[in-house]
Nanobody, 115 residues
Framework: QVQLVESGGGLVQPGGSLRLSCAAS????????MAWYRQAPGQQRELVAG???????DYTESVKGRFTISRDNAKSTVYLQMNSLKPEDTAVYFC?????????WGQGTQVTVSS
């Protein structure tokens, strides 16, 4: 069992930045592919960004060039740097760890982009 704890959410004005963190309670962090998802009210959860065990990254089209996912294996932590935030980025952001057919989710952190 892996526990994931997200932090770094909050209220930010359009055009601003936030950095989300997701700390994993495991000493085998390197075996997990990590990802960030988000879910806006009344909408399905969607994949925002992913990073493989080897550091290969992928992004949904709407965040390319604005968001950056990274991982620090020494700290068992994955990050999501979000720049040029837009109101449509408002959602609860979730972290996910995946190894083979095992998936673990964090509790989510709220990001609100509003003036």
């Amino acid at each position: 069992q892996v526990q994931l704890v997200e932090s770094g959410g909050g209220l930010v004005q359009p055009g601003g930045s936030l950095r989300l963190s997701c700390a994993a309670s495991t000493n085998t962090f390197t075996i997990y592919a990590m990802a960030w998802y988000r879910q806006a009210p009344g909408q399905q959860r969607e994949l925002v960004a992913g990073i493989s065990t080897g550091g290969i990254t992928d992004y949904t089209e709407s965040v390319k060039g604005r968001f950056t996912i990274s991982r620090d294996n020494a700290k068992s932590t994955v990050y999501l740097q979000m720049n040029s935030l837009k109101p449509e980025d408002t959602a609860v952001y979730f972290c996910k760890a995946r190894f083979q057919n095992l998936n673990y989710w964090g509790q989510g952190t709220q990001v609100t982009v509003s003036s």
